[in-house]
């Protein structure tokens, strides 16, 4: 069931069935309610825009998260939207064309990157997990904190228009700004990021060719990710400096982009305002404790993850995945959450912190020096090009980027009312 208007919605039919309330309609949130739905329990999501069609984050869907579809008999549907397959992932680095990752070896049911829009992953989850009758999803609802019991128990959501949906447990997935989790005081521990983005659409024009790549410059960083129509440009810049960058014009900007981007630059020279160019700010941060009684934060709301490596949808669809075999089948059967909230954090914990790990080894070693324009070398560094002599090392970032550490499989239970289309 999907809800458009911003009412307070409690549905009469699930007062007596164990509830969850998930705050945030992005693919933690969406997922997450998918398998609630699926084990039988009432899952509300809350989203607080009205649909999602906008820019979002990242088109990357990894084989990891391919592979859950598969494990839920939905890999096929999911492939049948548009999308492009990224059997390898390159970059042009110092001026050479690198090749990183070959994910062709990968032992899962896809081993590749499919690049969709995210917009068109979450209308596929909503719909999905709309078939399942204990499933509602309430746009144009904004949550703006949480209620408690008499024991400071979490018991339920507090929505911006003075509203309260009541809950056995409420998951937190509204993201790296997460409000939920402000309101809940889990503490925080920040890593930082050296850098921000700008995020905008180029017009493709005849002739631009059909692939994502990006550009690793002395100085430079920018990233094109191929939507068929258009170009979704991000140019990574050090954080802070939106102001300088916007200071020196337009027409300055875009003849950078064209210097590093020169097949582009047709296309660039229709942007016509700053107001098509939106400033994404970059962060790196983790929760020390995702959890407390009655509430659980998951996804960028528990670890917002730099756009290195693409990773960050598929670890808050990891976190989904986890979140709903450690808790579905105990909740749907009527059992408190309380004393499992701590396993899930315990499961993904490892995986974030190599990730996040990870993604800061390549902002301190390469995109701070690279955006500083300090890069000494010349050249890609010789952990790349000895790659590109010995491709089989390609299949090392490949396996990390596309499936991360400490993959989960489907193993919450499926309370078999799924409701077929044409019901
Ligand atoms: C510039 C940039 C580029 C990136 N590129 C990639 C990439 O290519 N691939 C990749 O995998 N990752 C990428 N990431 C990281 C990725 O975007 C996140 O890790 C991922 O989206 C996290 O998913 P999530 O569901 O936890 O949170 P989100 O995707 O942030 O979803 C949170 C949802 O909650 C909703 N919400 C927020 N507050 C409230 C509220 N109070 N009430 C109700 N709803 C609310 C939001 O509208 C949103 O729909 C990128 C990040 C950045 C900054």
């Known amino acids: 069931m999907v809800l458009t208007d911003a009412r307070c919605y409690l549905p009469s039919a699930m007062a007596s069935q164990p509830t969850v309330c998930i705050v945030g309609g992005g693919p933690a949130g969406l997922f997450a309610g998918l398998l ?24 990357t869907v990894h084989p990891s998260t391919l592979e859950l579809f598969d494990q839920l008999g939905l890999l096929d549907r999911l492939l049948a939207l548009p999308h492009d397959r990224v059997d390898t992932i390159g970059a042009r680095i110092m001026g050479a064309d690198i090749t990183v990752g ?10 590749f990157i499919a690049m969709m829009p995210q917009w068109d992953l979450l209308d596929f989850l909503a719909d999905e997990a709309g078939r399942y009758p ?8 904004e949550a703006s904190g949480v209620t408690t019991d008499a024991s400071d128990r979490v018991d339920g959501v507090r929505l911006k228009d003075g509203g309260r949906i009541a809950a056995d447990l409420v998951i937190a997935a509204d993201g790296r700004r ?8 889990l503490p925080l521990r920040e890593i930082g990021a050296p850098m921000d983005v700008f995020w905008f ?5 005849a002739g631009d060719g059909n692939r994502t790549f990006g550009i690793f410059e002395n100085g430079r960083i920018a990233v094109f990710i191929d939507r068929r129509d258009y170009w979704q440009a991000a140019f990574v810049f050090a954080k802070g400096s939106a102001v300088r960058v916007r200071e020196r014009g337009l027409d300055a900007f875009k003849a950078e982009l064209a210097g590093i981007a020169p097949e582009l630059a047709n296309g660039l020279r229709s942007l016509s305002s700053w107001d098509e160019i ?27 993850m730099s756009p290195i490596g693409g990773v960050g949808i598929n670890l808050a669809i990891q976190d989904a995945a986890a979140t709903a075999n450690v808790l579905a089948g105990p909740i749907a059967a009527g059992a408190d959450p309380d004393p499992l909230l701590a396993a899930v954090q315990t499961r993904r914990w490892t995986p974030t912190v190599r990730m996040q790990g990870l993604q800061k080894l390549a902002q301190d070693r ?58």
């Not at 070959?102 to 081993?111: G, Q, S, T």
């Not at 204990?134 to 609802?141: A, I, V």
């Open 36 to 59: 609630f739905a699926r084990a039988g329990v009432a899952t509300t999501v809350l989203e607080k825009h009205g649909d999602f069609l906008r820019d979002f984050r990242g088109d």
């Open 366 to 423: 390469l995109i701070a020096p690279l955006l500083a324009g300090a890069a000494k070398a010349q050249r890609p560094p010789w952990p790349l090009r000895l790659m590109q002599h010995l491709p089989i090392l390609q299949r090392i970032p490949a396996r990390i980027v596309g499936l991360g550490f400490g993959r989960e499989k489907i193993a919450s239970p499926d309370a078999g009312r799924r409701r077929s289309s044409a019901d």
């Open 178 to 185: 997460s409000v939920l989790r402000a309101a809940a005081a």
């Open 278 to 304: 939106k400033l994404l700010s970059v962060a790196l941060d983790r929760l020390t404790r995702w959890h407390r009684p009655g509430l659980l934060a998951i996804g960028d709301a528990a670890h917002a």
């Open 134 to 141: 204990d499933f509602t999803l309430r746009m144009n609802c």
């Open 201 to 205: 659409r180029v017009p493709k024009l």
């Open 102 to 111: 070959d994910f062709r070896h990968l032992d899962v049911p896809a081993p």
